[in-house]
Each structure stands twice: as structure tokens, then as C-alpha cells.
């Protein structure tokens, strides 16, 4: 027998693809679409994604302010880990913009996981967290994207076949 690999990517594909392509000659379009407000899913979806601009910033600054501790250190000839714990200026502002960064990564990852919690109430809603997945899975927050990624696909589902009747 062959071994078969199959990407995450290809799975997830085949799980949406296969209810559609199996549905398509037992169903026709509804004579009501189903009509709702704005999607509060989208609204934090890109709520997380400015969140995400901002501690990636503030990463960029902490990283800046760490190597100007430890040029000033190496200058001063004592080495890096005492210059970061010390009161040299520099130091000080490192240290505030690490702990900046650490309450923002908090707060993302509090953010991901309220939005896990929500119900999309529109077809855009359900891709918006499918697509929020895909950042939260390349950031490394894998805690959650899986169960994002799960819970969009069942969402759409059931958005799609509110739209679609059966015979």
C-alpha cells in the first residue's frame, strides 16, 4: 500500500467542498435570502488585525531599544543581562516597552479568544473568522486558530444551508 499525506490545507478544502458538490443537484435556491445586520464577527476580526499591526510594532521598538541597551553595554565594557536589569536611561525605556508589549500580547490573545466564543450571523462573518485563523495560525497562536478554522466552516454551513432548501 502507498502512504497518503494530506495537507491541512487540502483537508480543510475537501471538508468545505464535499457538502457543496454532494448538495448540488438535491438543492435549489431559496425564495428568501437569509437577510442580517452587520456581522459583529468582522467588526473584531479586524479589531484583532489592527491589535496584531500593533504589537508587531511594538516588538520592532522593544527590539531597537534592547540593541541600543546592549551597544551603550558593550561600550561600557559590562555585559548585556546587567545593562538590561540596570538604570541606565535606555534600560528603563526598554524595560517599559517590554511591558508594554507583553499587556498588548495579552490583550491579542484574550481578543482571539473571545472571537473564538462568537457565532458568525452572516456568510462574510464565517469567512472573516476562517480568514482570522489563517493570521492567528502564522502568528503561532495555535491554541485557538483550529477551533477557529472548525467553528467558521460549521457556521457557513449552517449560513449556506439557511439560503439553500433541500427537496
Known sequence: M???????????????????VTSVGQAKASAKPV??????????????????????ALSVEADDLQGKVF?????LGIKGDKACRSR????RAW???KQDLEKACRSLATLTGDIRKMRAITVAGAIAKIELSLHVQCEEWSEHAFELVE?????????????????
Open 88 to 91: 541606565m536611561p535606555e534600560a
Open 71 to 75: 551597544d551603550k553595554a558593550r561600550a
Open 2 to 20: 502507498s502512504k497518503i499525506s494530506l495537507s491541512r490545507r487540502g483537508l480543510i478544502t475537501a471538508a468545505i467542498a464535499i457538502p457543496v
Open 95 to 97: 524595560r517599559a516597552k
Open 151 to 167: 467553528e467558521g466552516i460549521a457556521e457557513l454551513r449552517q449560513l449556506t444551508a439557511l439560503q439553500v432548501q433541500v427537496q
Open 35 to 56: 437577510i442580517a445586520g452587520p456581522d459583529p464577527v468582522i467588526a473584531r476580526a479586524e479589531e484583532w488585525v489592527a491589535n496584531n499591526e500593533r504589537v508587531d
